[in-house]
């Protein structure tokens, strides 16, 4: 399983330290940048995330048109050494307090998260590929709404799996959905947003998931009183997760050249 590692403010030489383990970056911090380089050092590979949560969950509604996030997505990752591997699509999640707030049925969000697809791929994302995502809440909506995709989603397409960031206490859940689509489509390669720990360290979850992405360290630094921003927070959590986890005293910051 490939472990993309969350940086949600990106000091421009920060993610340096972080060679070797690729990094995941929201729109919402990207939005309003002039130029095309979202941090030093980006070649190393990483993932455009629209910063859908925040924006349906907190407005209700997308702060950037399909135009407009198709046209950051050209702005960050039209140019050879831009690093750019792919960009999740605007997708409406289905947790219940996220369907709450919207006031809409689960239907609902999966037929916007289609129409937003369609749209941003039809406004054009350049040489990025773009992430389709399956929302729902329970495993029988996950598969309408992959129905729903048809051939949209070609042979071993890289897909993002929804709503699943609020299930970790209980990998068996995910591991459900996860299962339920494979079912359905094996070549279907995987992607988790925001899986955390508890998920991860399950073999199940991991042996269906192609990739993943979490920012839980930024989560528990700033919970234990630490810098959320810290290189060293977001460097070690991805030691942990790829199995090198080792005491803070021994980690040196990677050179950076």
């Known amino acids: ?34 130029g095309n380089i979202a941090f030093v050092g980006q070649a190393d590979g990483w993932m455009l995330d629209s910063g859908a949560f925040t924006q349906i969950a907190l407005r209700g509604r997308f702060d950037q048109s399909p135009e407009d996030y198709a046209a950051l997505v050209r702005q960050f ?57 399956l929302q729902g809440w329970h495993a ?43 079912r359905v489509r094996p070549d279907l390669r995987l992607h988790g947003f925001g899986v955390k720990l508890t998920a991860l360290r399950s073999p199940a979850v991991r042996s269906m998931l192609f990739s993943a992405d979490s920012m839980a360290w930024s989560y528990a630094a700033r919970r234990g009183g630490r810098d959320q921003n810290d290189w060293m927070e977001a460097y070690l959590f991805a030691e942990r997760i790829a199995g090198r986890s080792r005491p803070v005293a021994d980690v040196s910051q990677p050179s950076l050249f």
């Open 1 to 34: 399983m490939r472990f993309f590692v969350g940086v949600h403010r990106p000091r421009m030489g920060w993610p340096l330290s972080l060679r070797g383990h690729p990094v995941c970056i929201s729109a919402n911090v990207l939005a309003g940048r002039t």
């Open 77 to 133: 990752g039209d140019w050879p050494c831009s690093g750019l591997e792919v960009a999740v699509s605007q997708d409406w999640m289905c947790e219940p307090e996220v369907i709450a707030a919207t006031g809409l049925s689960v239907r609902e969000h999966q037929h916007l998260t289609l129409e937003r697809f369609d749209s941003i791929a039809a406004a054009g994302t350049g040489r990025t590929p773009l992430m389709a995502v």
């Open 140 to 182: 029988a909506d996950y598969r309408r709404h992959l129905d729903a995709y048809g051939d949209r989603l070609g042979k071993g397409a890289w897909v993002g799996v929804g709503s699943v960031c609020k299930r970790q206490g209980d990998p068996r859940a995910i591991g459900v959905i996860l299962e339920t689509i494979l």
